[in-house]
């Protein structure tokens, strides 16, 4: 089945404790990006990746980062979390760079993150 | 903001009923497409359609578009106590893939 795939789904951890979400997806996309969705601000683009060692920053970058050393895997990392972090985080990922703005979009199931 | 505007914020119909949401935005578009999103759930899109096209159908939606009044609507026909979610329009501009989405409108469906 084709999907995009986070984990973990839930995470409640403390201030200044690295860490990963993972994304994966199984449909030889090139294109993948993270989102975090906030009541109010609604869903904004944290980091993208147009292929394998391509990445670069989206609308709200700070306090994060990204790699991607495969083309199947995007993490997000955040090297010391705040609470100003705590958000419901998804991944997406599409098939084709050159048609990268006019293809729909797959997301994952999100990563709601907690940090105390 | 870059966002678009989505109205209603929140739609209760009952099942059978139609369900019109609309989207406008305020930049130049490539394209616009319409999510859903269900609770705790991750967003499904539901239909793209291009800035050099009017109208389109998928199933049971019908999506509009007008460039001239930067506005498109999202037309759910026949509803279920299923299409109960959340309903995101988001524009792409630009070639980073970026996705900028309105703040979305909450459909519930009553049975």
């Known amino acids: 089945e084709a999907q995009v795939t986070q984990n973990p789904r839930y995470l409640i951890t403390v201030t200044g404790k690295k860490l990963t979400v993972t994304c994966s997806q199984n449909?030889?996309?090139?294109?993948m990006s993270w989102y975090r969705q906030d009541p109010g601000l609604g869903l904004r683009q944290i980091y993208y990746?147009?292929?394998?060692?391509?990445?670069d920053k989206g609308d709200v970058p700070e306090g994060y980062k990204v790699s991607r050393k495969e083309k199947r895997n995007f993490p997000l990392i955040l090297e010391s979390p705040s609470p100003n972090q705590t958000s419901l985080y998804f991944c997406a990922s599409s098939p084709d760079r050159a048609e990268r703005g006019n293809q729909p979009q797959h997301f994952g199931d999100g990563t709601r993150l907690s940090i105390l | 903001s870059q966002q678009g505007e989505e109205d209603p914020q929140a739609l209760s119909i009952q099942e059978g009923e139609n369900a019109t949401m609309n989207c406008s935005y305020k930049t130049s578009i490539n394209n616009l497409q319409w999510y859903r999103q269900n609770s705790g759930r991750g967003l499904v899109h539901l239909i793209l359609?291009?800035?050099?096209?009017r109208e389109k159908h998928s199933g049971r939606l019908r999506v509009t578009l007008d460039t001239s009044k930067k506005s498109s609507s999202l037309l759910i026909t026949a509803s279920r106590a299923a299409d109960t979610a959340s309903y995101f329009c988001?524009?792409?501009?630009?070639?980073?893939?970026?996705?900028?989405f309105g703040q979305g409108t909450t459909l519930q469906v009553k049975p």
């Open positions: 449909m030889n996309h090139e294109y």
């Open positions: 359609i291009r800035s050099n096209e």
């Open positions: 988001a524009r792409t501009s630009g070639n980073t893939g970026k996705l900028i």
């Open positions: 990746s147009m292929n394998v060692e391509v990445t």
